[in-house]
């Protein structure tokens, strides 16, 4: 036996209890390290409904707004004189229409008296109707004004947080024109995954997320049909994801598949002088024998090390008392 081994023997000699099970390969999860992005699960843009010049702005990134809530305000001054000249208008179409109904009362008193004529009186009722219908007409085009001005009031449409917003108060705005980016609804994690990974992504899965020093698990909720640029695109559910920071990176592990490894509980590896070994029974008694371990898992809540060469199925391992 060669003098490093008989060191690490004489370093790590354990009792030795009876013998475990023959070590058997077991199925371990095959993960795969991507970068997701926190988004919201609802971003929409607050539009402006009217052009002109945007006079106010009620907030800035990062504010919290409810829906409904106004944020910034629009204002078109052609309007103001449209709804001067409706006015007017409809000063003008009182005017006629007061003269008109005084002609027609006159008229009402000559033809009881037989001086007019049926046909002439005709004519002033029509002319009283006709005016009238004018300025019914005038009046909804004054509503329709109003609710133009109206519709310069930059409405959140949803309840959340302003994300961005691109215009600065003073400037000319079209209508349409996003005036705010609005996220709400919750957040998750988008993932772009290579497509060789898509056969193997499941709806449902558990997967690993680490936040700085913080490991949590996640859901996969979504997965999308739609392959671009060579990645699929997966929604991942979790709770607790920080929303202090929108499209930032957060490294999660995704289960790609299965393979067969061979696990010892993590408690068995012992190192000394930079070989690691574990302990096994052979026909010739206990024999510690060196392995090279490989990546950690957990199986059942236990910590586990898989052992990428040193052994083989069917070993003995011993269990440390």
């Known amino acids: 036996m060669h003098k490093p081994l008989l060191i ?9 209890a009876a013998p475990a099970a023959p070590l058997q390969p077991v199925d371990v999860t095959e993960w795969k390290a991507v970068y997701g992005r926190i988004e919201s699960r609802n971003r929409i843009p ?51 229409l007061d003269n008109a109904r005084a002609e027609l009362k006159r008229g009402e008193e000559l033809q009881s008296r037989g001086v007019t004529t049926v046909q002439r009186l005709d004519a002033l009722r029509t002319q009283v109707d006709v005016l009238s219908g004018q300025i019914e007409a005038t009046r909804a085009d004054r509503r329709v004004i109003e609710q133009q001005a109206a519709e310069g009031s930059v409405l ?16 000319v705005v079209m209508p349409g024109e996003e005036v705010a980016s609005v996220g709400g609804g919750g957040i998750f994690l988008r993932l772009a995954v290579p497509e060789r990974h898509a056969t193997g992504l499941h709806e449902g899965a558990e997967i690993q997320i680490e936040q700085g020093d913080v490991a949590t698990a996640g859901k996969l909720a979504k997965i999308y049909p739609l392959i671009e640029n060579g990645r699929v695109l997966a929604d991942v ?26 696990l ?52 003995d391992l011993a269990e440390q008392k």
């Not at 302003?162 to 400037?171: C, F, H, I, T």
């Not at 490989?294 to 090390?305: E, L, N, T």
């Open 8 to 16: 690490l023997l004489a370093a790590l000699a354990l009792p030795i």
């Open 156 to 171: 959140a449409p949803i309840a959340g947080r302003v994300l961005s917003v691109p215009v600065a108060a003073g400037a």
């Open 46 to 96: 607050a539009r402006a409904r009217l052009g002109g010049t945007l006079v106010t702005l009620a907030v800035s990134e990062g504010d919290s707004v409810t829906a409904g809530q106004v944020l910034a305000q629009v204002v078109d001054e052609k309007l103001a004189f449209q709804l001067s000249a409706t006015d007017a208008r409809l000063d003008s179409l009182n005017a006629q």
């Open 237 to 262: 559910d979790v709770q607790g994801l920080s929303d202090r920071f929108y499209d930032a990176r957060v490294l999660v592990r995704l289960p790609v598949g299965h393979r067969k490894a061979l």
């Open 264 to 315: 010892v509980p993590a408690q068995t590896v012992k190192t000394h002088a930079g070989l690691d070994a574990v302990a096994l029974n052979t026909p010739q008694g206990p024999l510690m024998r060196t392995v090279v371990p490989g990546p950690k898992h957990v199986i059942a809540g236990q910590d586990m090390i898989e052992i990428l060469s040193g052994l083989q199925a069917g070993d």
